[in-house]
């Protein structure tokens, strides 16, 4: 290697080493504090809008709520017109903003109470400023009899998406299905440097369809529990090794539900860390606001600076 190769390479190491000591992670929306269980988060492109998952603390209820940003403000959450009974969960908003799609439990007609498997979903609109269409079904060749879950959607509209299907390789696999112009083609397993007999899920990909996003559960190379993964595509556009994003990223604890905001180099994840240590209270209201803003164990959405498209 050449004395100048070894420079370039030594200062890109130096470079990377520096970027992983300043990363700091937060919690991305103080105002959700309020809440004991938030289970992922999608943003609008232009960052005026945020959808969410607001669930019980054990998880038998779940909504998706909303927020809007006014003047730099995030406005109170609010629920989306159609919650009801069923469970709705893990928003995702198209760059267009005029569908925001998600997984329920709801039956396919309103002339059913019967919960049914979950379904992947989408609310319509004309504009950001005009109400939400009534759920509608994304229909086969998507859903099937099985659990469909976190769908996301590169630019050209191709959908990654959650399955639990007896003919994947482990219990939670990771799909895809290319949209020709007019539908979706039938889903397709992605390979094994993605799937494993273990668990995958809640895979986010980029808006490129370069680098996919997802947790990976136990997985030998862990820190523990759920940890967050980048996999890349080669030159030939298959699937690469995925890479563990780090112990500033990861923990022993849960990290899931990623989401990427490109535009701002901003990672988006759910976790449940925690830090949390005793100490001495003056009254209840200083016990109550330590507990709920700190890394309390609960799930909470959490964001980072990092540049994930080098």
């Known amino acids: 290697m050449k004395k100048t190769q070894i420079i370039t390479f030594l200062l890109a190491i130096t470079s990377l080493?520096?970027?992983?000591?300043?990363?700091?992670?937060?919690?991305?929306?103080?105002?959700?504090?309020?809440?004991?269980?938030?289970?992922?988060?999608?943003?609008?492109?232009?960052?005026?809008?945020?959808?969410?998952?607001?669930?019980?603390?054990?998880?038998?209820?779940?909504?998706?709520?909303?927020?809007?940003?006014?003047?730099?403000?995030?406005?109170?959450?609010?629920?989306?017109?159609?919650?009801?009974?069923?469970?709705?969960?893990?928003?995702?908003?198209?760059?267009d903003q005029k569908r925001l799609y998600f997984a329920s439990d709801r039956p396919l007609n309103n002339s059913s109470t019967e919960k049914k498997d979950y379904d992947i979903w989408y609310l319509e609109r004309q504009n950001k400023n005009q109400p939400w269409s009534q759920p509608i079904n994304l229909g086969t060749p998507i859903n099937t009899n099985q659990n469909e879950f976190y769908p996301t959607l590169a630019n050209n509209n191709n959908l990654y998406f959650t399955l639990d299907s007896p003919s994947g390789l482990g219990k939670d696999d990771i799909y895809y299905a290319r949209w020709n112009g007019t539908n979706y083609?039938?889903?397709?397993?992605?390979n094994q440097n993605i799937n494993t007999t273990g668990y995958e899920f809640n895979a986010f990909i980029s808006k490129n369809e370069d680098f996919l996003i997802y947790t990976k559960y136990n997985a030998n190379d862990g820190l523990g529990s759920g940890d967050l993964y980048i996999a890349h595509k080669d030159k030939n556009g298959q699937w690469q090794t995925p890479k563990n994003l780090g112990e500033i990223i990861n923990t022993k604890y849960?990290?899931?539900?990623?989401?990427?905001d490109q535009a701002n180099q901003t990672l988006y994840f759910t976790s449940k860390r925690n830090n949390i240590t005793p100490k001495q209270f003056k009254n209840t209201e200083e016990y109550q606001q330590y507990i709920l803003q700190s890394h309390n164990g609960l799930s909470k959405i959490y964001k980072t600076k990092i540049n994930l498209t080098e």
């Open 17 to 95: 080493i520096n970027a992983q000591q300043n990363q700091t992670i937060e919690i991305a929306f103080p105002i959700l504090n309020q809440y004991t269980n938030i289970r992922d988060t999608n943003l609008a492109t232009d960052s005026s809008e945020a959808y969410f998952t607001i669930q019980s603390p054990a998880g038998e209820l779940s909504q998706i709520a909303f927020i809007k940003k006014t003047k730099n403000n995030w406005s109170k959450p609010q629920l989306l017109p159609c919650s009801d009974q069923y469970n709705y969960l893990e928003p995702f908003l198209s760059n």
């Open 185 to 190: 083609e039938n889903p397709e397993l992605l």
């Open 254 to 260: 849960m990290e899931y539900c990623p989401f990427y």
